[in-house]
T-cell receptor, first 114, second 112 residues
Framework: ETGVTQTPRHLVMGMTNKKSLKCEQH?????MYWYKQSAKKPLELMFV???????ENNSVPSRFSPECPNSSHLFLHLHTLQPEDSALYLC?????????????FGSGTRLTVV | SQQGEEDPQALSIQEGENATMNCSYK?????LQWYRQNSGRGLVHLIL?????REKHSGRLRVTLDTSKKSSSLLITASRAADTASYFC????????????FGKGTHLIIQP
């Protein structure tokens, strides 16, 4: 385990469902990130949280809704998704925004939208 | 942060050989980071090289950085089957609060 835990590992949901992805770290990191990795595409940075405050939202559709209640937990709420949203969703955290230390990634949630 | 571009996109070598992959970027950096991703898993941070460093080693990994050419290389010596993975570079610029971005990576296959 890396210290960043993502649950669930796999998720299958219908287009009308509402579900949430969870990410948790107890590394003392102050920044957390959501990435999306689709087949044959580079990782896409979706959201950045620094000290619980969202600092980046890279034009992500509103059907993805992030929540960061504290610096150890990050959620991605999903509703009315499309089949093209099927992907590996990765959470990461960093101690100093990557200035001196790298990011720590979770193992990801494999999402399938049917 | 800016995105790095890895080259080649795919590399297949025999076990025991050395593997070299390259990364280019566009604007000045604070540091450059290399990551590995095994299929379907999260990325693993391998090494971070600062803009004032030219070379860094970690076990069988050797990273070089040429800021004048805006390029970096990752060398894996004495490759093993377990090194089969995708490798990504991530240039870190500015304060970093906008998050690292990644390119398509180099997919390395080590043949037994």
């Amino acid at each position: 385990e890396t210290g960043v835990t993502q649950t669930p590992r796999h998720l299958v949901m219908g287009m009308t469902n509402k579900k949430s992805l969870k990410c948790e770290q107890h590394l003392g990191h102050n920044a957390m990130y959501w990435y999306k990795q689709s087949a044959k595409k580079p990782l896409e940075l979706m959201f950045v949280y620094n000290f619980k405050e969202q600092t980046e939202n890279n034009s992500v559709p509103s059907r993805f809704s992030p929540e960061c209640p504290n610096s150890s937990h990050l959620f991605l709420h999903l509703h009315t998704l499309q089949p093209e949203d099927s992907a590996l969703y990765l959470c990461a955290s960093s101690q100093d925004w990557g200035r001196n230390y790298g990011y720590t990634f979770g193992s990801g949630t494999r999402l399938t939208v049917v | 942060s800016q995105q790095g571009e890895e080259d080649p996109q795919a590399l297949s070598i025999q076990e025991g050989e050395n593997a070299t992959m390259n990364c280019s970027y566009k604007t000045s950096i604070n540091n450059l980071q290399w990551y590995r991703q095994n299929s379907g898993r999260g990325l693993v941070h391998l090494i971070l090289i600062r803009s004032n460093e030219r070379e860094k080693h970690s076990g069988r990994l050797r990273v070089t950085l040429d800021t004048s050419k805006k390029s970096s290389s990752l060398l894996i010596t004495a490759s093993r089957a377990a090194d089969t993975a995708s490798y990504f570079c991530a240039p870190h610029s500015g304060g970093g609060a906008d998050g690292l971005t990644f390119g398509k990576g180099t997919h390395l296959i080590i043949q037994p």
